[in-house]
């Protein structure tokens, strides 16, 4: 038998939880502000990773807001997001569904059309030079008000071409998601994907409110269903994916050690888990990472792993035939 590092590296693979802004490695974020004249307040790389230390999202968020700010120029963008598909491209990860902060950039005087030109050309060279397809969801800011996320989903409509979907993101405690059920609807009203971050470290009551008032397609983190078995019951029954994102919860406290992470309780309980990085320049590490640290942690059998990968397709917005071919390429590379 493989030894489990190699069988994870070769085995084909979806990422559904990802943020752009938080695959800004250090190096990159010293480029940029060098080329954009941005001042930042370290001296080396090395400096920036010493201060990646947090002990709670919003700790997180604080520096990560701060680093997004040297993303300047529709070729930054570019920049950024092709480093990252070159980094999926050595997981051979096959599919990517990825976040954006719009308003991280906008408020900042960065024209939308700026960000998503970047983004979704280095997302077609992926496709072309990589041959990893991907899909695009623009995230709504749930620290700022509801009137802000509406205008955001006015300035995204002459791109809606290049954008499936609309998520929640941010300091989550305090920002329930019925704080955006009518934007929410509106985006659903436009054809839009619906996901939500809720649960990562909001209660149980917020998931609730993803479920019932925003109608997510699908569930980002989500571990704190776990504490409400008659919640677990109804996501499980609806067969809704949750990305979870293992090195991101360790990162930020949502568990204290990978040994106690849930989910591997939240596989047997019927739940349809994907294994996912969030924000990996931060976290220390990228999707394989993830799945091999995890692996190690919560001693996961190759069935539970190659379970993840496939709920990484299912729960992907690929069209159905697409989805048939990757389930069969995992079952080639398992089996055969
Ligand atoms: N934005 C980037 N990463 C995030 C996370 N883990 N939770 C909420 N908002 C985020
Ligand atoms: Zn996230």
Do not use: W
């Amino acid at each position: 038998m493989q030894n489990i590092e190699k069988f994870i590296k070769g085995l084909p693979k979806a990422e559904l939880h990802l943020h752009l802004e938080g695959s800004l490695e250090p190096e990159m974020m010293f480029e940029l502000a060098a080329r954009n004249n941005i001042k930042i307040p370290f001296k080396t790389p090395d400096e920036v990773r010493a201060a990646y230390k947090f002990s709670n999202l919003q700790e997180f968020l604080d520096i990560y807001y701060q680093g997004a700010s040297v993303l300047v120029t529709e070729q930054d963008f570019y920049d950024l997001t092709f480093a990252y598909l070159t980094r999926m491209k050595a997981d051979n990860c096959k599919h990517i569904e990825v976040f954006f902060d719009p308003q991280t950039h906008t408020d900042r005087g960065i024209g939308f059309d700026v960000v998503v030109g970047g983004i979704s050309r280095a997302l077609a060279d992926g496709k072309a030079k990589y041959g990893i397809t991907s899909r695009l969801i623009m995230c709504f800011l749930r620290h700022l008000p509801e009137d802000a996320a509406f205008k955001t989903l006015e300035q995204a409509k002459p791109y809606l071409d290049k954008i499936i979907g609309v998520g929640l993101d941010s300091g989550e405690v305090g920002h329930p998601p019925s704080k955006f059920a009518r934007v929410f609807a509106a985006a659903r009203e436009l054809g839009l994907k619906i996901v939500a971050h809720a649960g990562e470290e909001g209660p149980p009551e917020y998931i609730y409110e993803a479920l019932d008032l925003l109608h997510v397609d699908r569930i980002d983190h989500g571990n704190r269903c776990m504490e409400d078995n008659a919640l677990v019951a109804r996501i499980a029954s609806a067969g809704l994916t949750l990305t979870v994102c293992p090195l991101s919860n360790l990162a930020l406290c949502v568990v204290k050690d990978l040994k106690k992470h849930p989910l591997r309780e939240m596989m047997a309980a019927g739940l349809k888990v994907t294994i996912n990085s969030d924000d990996p320049a931060y976290f220390g590490g990228y999707l394989n990472q993830n799945y091999i640290e995890t692996a190690q942690a919560l001693d996961l059998s190759r069935d539970e792993i190659i379970t993840c990968a496939k709920n990484s397709f299912l729960g992907s917005f690929l069209p159905d035939d697409e989805i048939a071919k990757h389930l069969s390429d995992i079952e080639v590379y398992c089996f055969s």
